[in-house]
């Protein structure tokens, strides 16, 4: 598990990286050196200042389209609360007057948030007129967002704030659970409990493909591993011709055989959703709290095959590791299906790719657990 963590943060401290390379600064900067000392000066080059003047518009425009939205989401916001109060009067809850009340209140709460924040991107575009360096930071910034409400999920820029309507979304998947091989002569009885586990990383894609958004197509690019154990002191034979369950002829502690993947999933998913409409036209359709449903499957390819022994020979600690030595097949598929709500599901999926060749020992994995996705 600690591998598995180690792996994750790796992932997202090399793509933090990656999104934060795309930012470096560009300034018309030059560095020159009069009377033996170090001097820095503005390029002013036609070039070089065409190019500035085109920044600073790119950041107005951006500066501008914040403020646009952030109106429109306070201007829908006090829309909601109207509709609430004139609910709460319907219902009895609340009388005319206090209702009366609370609007104006509210009203003039959002009229001076909207003064503040124009006055804030009034300071914001007076000082990109008149700064002497610009930085692609300030045209749009990416991040990585993680949440219980939206998972783990990439912001490059503004690209998605303002589209009347976004049909796709994506966002990292992590999923955990049990794992054991299933064929002629095997079984779950055949498995350890302890370590048998199945355990995956990747990022999907979501698609709707129906007008209300409850009918989505997911798809993406997975790394998943799958972790075996024989009982009874049992291994799968390192044999590149013929894998067979053989009994080893001593005790040991650990005997794991594992498989790192590379798989393709696609999945058809029916679910809820809340649909909220904004001032200024723009949709939006949330899945918070919403049940869903999906069945789909995968196609991919085996990276690497090996088995872990460890055991103990004249009161010595030996660990053996045994890589790439068995006749696996490379290409692996199956179906997979889950039910879950919010961001939490939980799946089953099953190969249908025999493990091994067909020579070898029968079987196939299946696994079941609780996904992020």
Known sequence: MKKNTLFITLILALLSNFLSYGQEKQQPVKTDTVNGKV????????????????SKSRIISHLEEEHRLFVSDLKTELKEYIIRLNKSIADGDLGQGKADQLKTEYAENIAMQIAAHRKKIDGEIEFTK????????????????ISTEKGIEINIGTFHKNKKEILTTSGFTLGAGFNFMNGEGLGIKDFSYENNNYFSLGYQWQTAISKNHKWRMNYGVTYQSQKTELNGNRI???????????GIGFDVKDAKFRQDQLVFPFQLEYGGNSKKEYEDGRIRYNQWNKWKVGIGGFVGFNMSSRLKLRYEENGRDIKQATVNAFDTNPFVYGIDAYVGRDNFTFFGRMNLNNVFKSDSVDAQYVSFGIRLQ
């Open 39 to 54: 001097i820095k000066y503005m390029n002013l080059s036609k070039d070089a200042y065409q190019n500035m003047q085109a």
């Open 130 to 145: 008149i700064r002497t360096s610009i930085s692609s930071d300030d045209i749009g910034a990416s991040s990585i967002e």
């Open 236 to 246: 799968f034979s390192p044999n590149t011709d013929n894998t067979q369950v053989v």
